[in-house]
């Protein structure tokens, strides 16, 4: 079963760029005019995070996000043949902003967002990096494709730790000095057990995952995002925070990591996943005070 999903996906990755992204214009063309995939949820979004802008501008927003969302798929198929080499060529990044973590001499956490191309990001980044790469990720259903995606993903030397077996995958490594990724941009399971903060002026829920362990770690923390800067090319840029993240009052980390991530979606509006449902808690006077 393995090689009956590998081998097409490698076959279909020999294609040159052009051809990928044709046939993805063309899956685009389908998504968002016929079948109208989860538009929506992605309209309603952009009227939460973009009132003052009009209803044209933000369907550009919607269509831009729509090709991005498309490509991201697309390209991820090519990565089964891209050589190190192109793929070089491709991404770029300034690390400087990681100096001041590792001379903490601590391990580091990268919280980053549901940005395109995160899997350019990941390859980018364990190329880049000077501690193991350690990246958490939610297994495929699956299990062959997961397999599949697994070894796709760890190519250039990433480590995955499944967020389903994360204390246990992960304990090997937490004593180490490494770099840890995850993300804090996704909406909580519960809303009663959740920063609650000001979200493109919206009270939203934010996951206390990426706090609580940073203080658990005593780890430096920077904040990353990364965007297209024409189609098949990224860039990532990193934001030192701290080194010292349990002498912020509790919620500040995530507080300056919300105000990160919407400057960083203004700039950018159409890089982000807005197919998910970030507001989908209403905000309740017994979930505590909005930070």
Same mark, same amino acid.
């Given at each position: 079963?393995?090689?009956?999903?590998?081998?097409?996906?490698?076959?279909?990755?020999?294609?040159?760029?052009?051809?990928?992204?044709?046939? %993805?214009?063309?899956?685009?063309?389908?998504?968002?005019?016929?079948?109208?995939?989860?538009?929506?949820?992605?309209?309603?979004?952009?009227? !939460?995070?973009?009132?003052?802008?009009?209803?044209?501008?933000?369907?550009?927003?919607?269509?831009?996000?729509?090709?991005?969302?498309?490509?991201?798929?697309?390209?991820?198929?090519k990565f089964f043949s891209l050589s190190e080499k192109d793929?070089?060529?491709?991404?770029?990044?300034?690390?400087?902003?990681?100096?001041?973590?590792?001379?903490s001499g601590k391990p580091i956490h990268i919280i980053g967002?549901?940005?395109?191309?995160?899997?350019? +990001?990941?390859?980018?980044?364990?190329?880049?990096?000077?501690?193991?790469?350690?990246?958490?990720?939610?297994?495929?259903?699956?299990?062959?494709?997961?397999?599949?995606?697994?070894?796709?993903?760890?190519?250039? %030397?990433?480590?995955?730790?499944?967020?389903?077996?994360?204390?246990? =995958?992960? +304990?090997?490594?937490?004593?180490?000095?490494?770099?840890?990724?995850n993300v804090g941009d996704q909406s909580p399971g519960s809303?009663?057990?959740?920063?609650?903060?000001?979200?493109?002026?919206?009270? !939203?829920?934010?996951?206390?995952?990426?706090?609580?362990?940073?203080?658990? +770690?005593?780890?430096?923390?920077?904040?990353?995002?990364?965007?297209?800067?024409? $189609?098949?090319?990224?860039?990532?840029?990193?934001?030192?925070?701290?080194?010292?993240?349990? =002498?912020?009052?509790?919620?500040?980390?995530?507080? $300056?990591?919300?105000?990160?991530?919407?400057?960083?979606?203004?700039?950018?509006?159409?890089?982000?996943?807005?197919?998910?449902?970030?507001?989908?808690?209403?905000?309740?006077?017994?979930?505590?005070?909005?930070?």
């Open positions: 079963m393995y090689y009956l999903i590998y081998i097409p996906l490698y076959l279909v990755s020999l294609l040159p760029w052009r051809v990928l992204y044709f046939f %993805g214009d063309m899956v685009y063309g389908i998504l968002y005019y016929i079948l109208g995939y989860r538009k929506q949820v992605v309209m309603n979004n952009l009227l !939460t995070a973009f009132p003052e802008k009009t209803e044209a501008e933000r369907k550009k927003i919607a269509k831009e996000f729509y090709h991005n969302f498309v490509d991201n798929f697309i390209e991820t198929i793929f070089a060529k491709r991404f770029s990044c300034d690390v400087t902003p990681l100096d001041k973590a590792y001379a967002m549901h940005n395109f191309n995160w899997e350019f +990001a990941n390859w980018g980044m364990a190329r880049l990096v000077k501690y193991p790469f350690v990246v958490i990720y939610m297994p495929v259903g699956n299990k062959t494709l997961d397999k599949i995606i697994m070894r796709m993903r760890m190519k250039f %030397g990433t480590i995955l730790i499944p967020a389903t077996d994360f204390k246990r =995958s992960y +304990a090997s490594y937490a004593k180490t000095l490494h770099i840890l990724v809303p009663s057990n959740a920063f609650w903060l000001n979200f493109f002026g919206k009270p !939203t829920a934010f996951v206390m995952g990426p706090e609580k362990g940073a203080r658990v +770690a005593d780890a430096a923390i920077v904040f990353g995002h990364f965007y297209k800067t024409k $189609r098949g090319y990224y860039r990532a840029d990193l934001e030192f925070v701290t080194s010292d993240p349990n =002498s912020l009052p509790e919620g500040e980390l995530m507080k $300056r990591y919300v105000a990160y991530i919407e400057k960083c979606l203004r700039k950018v509006p159409s890089n982000y996943l807005w197919s998910h449902r970030r507001w989908k808690h209403e905000y309740r006077e017994e979930y505590g005070e909005i930070q």
